[in-house]
């Protein structure tokens, strides 16, 4: 995982904000901040009950992020307190590791709306435009957190496809997920079914 320099933030109130990269240290308020993101019921995978990670597992998780340079955890804090992450993780095979997927970005309900998930997201475009084998990034969401494709479209993704009907909720109550992208170097094209020098 690349370890990035601690950057300090002011949102509009005066808010002090952290981003930095996580470390096992962390996994208490990571869990913490996961667990508040589950009992909403709404945007996860996992239903309330469905949680089992403890803290063990969640330095574990950390830790294997950090093995890879193509992968990234950040951390949003305030007052000591972690009320934001983003996870990206990369391939780890040749025809893979150019692409990297976005595969958590949580941020605290009372902390919504006041630009924590911008610094989030920004940095971590950054970091990934500058990273010298990156050139995609990907992400699902659903399709009912309309709040959240439109703040990744505003930063640049976009929608690539539907898997319709993947989420069961209940009995006759679905939902698709919405799969996005955004390249962030520029495309190397090829004549269709010839090879692309490594």
Not at 117 to 124: K, R
Request: charged content about 25%; proline content about 4%.
């Amino acid at each position: 995982m690349t370890i990035l320099e601690t950057s300090i933030h002011f949102l509009a109130d005066g808010t002090k904000v952290t981003i930095r990269s996580a470390t096992p240290k962390d996994a208490t308020g990571t869990l913490h901040l996961f667990r508040s993101i589950v009992e909403e019921g709404l945007y996860t995978l996992e239903e309330p009950a469905e949680l089992t990670t403890t803290v063990e597992d969640e330095q574990e998780t950390i830790s294997k992020y950090q093995e890879h340079p193509g992968n990234l955890c950040l951390v949003a804090e305030v007052n000591g307190e972690i009320v934001g992450m983003i996870r990206a993780k990369s391939g780890v095979y040749r025809r893979t590791r150019h692409f990297a997927d976005i595969d958590s970005m949580w941020v605290n309900a009372k902390w919504r709306g006041r630009g924590i998930a911008n610094l989030l997201i920004t940095t971590l475009l950054n970091w990934a435009k500058q990273h010298p084998v990156l050139e995609k990034l990907g992400l699902f969401t659903f399709s009912t957190n309309i709040r959240a494709v439109k703040f990744y479209e505003k930063h640049g993704f976009v929608v690539e496809g539907k898997y319709s009907r993947d989420m069961k909720f209940d009995e006759n109550h679905y939902v698709d997920t919405v799969a996005m992208g955004q390249l962030i170097k520029p495309r190397t094209t090829a004549p269709f079914g010839a090879a692309i020098a490594p």
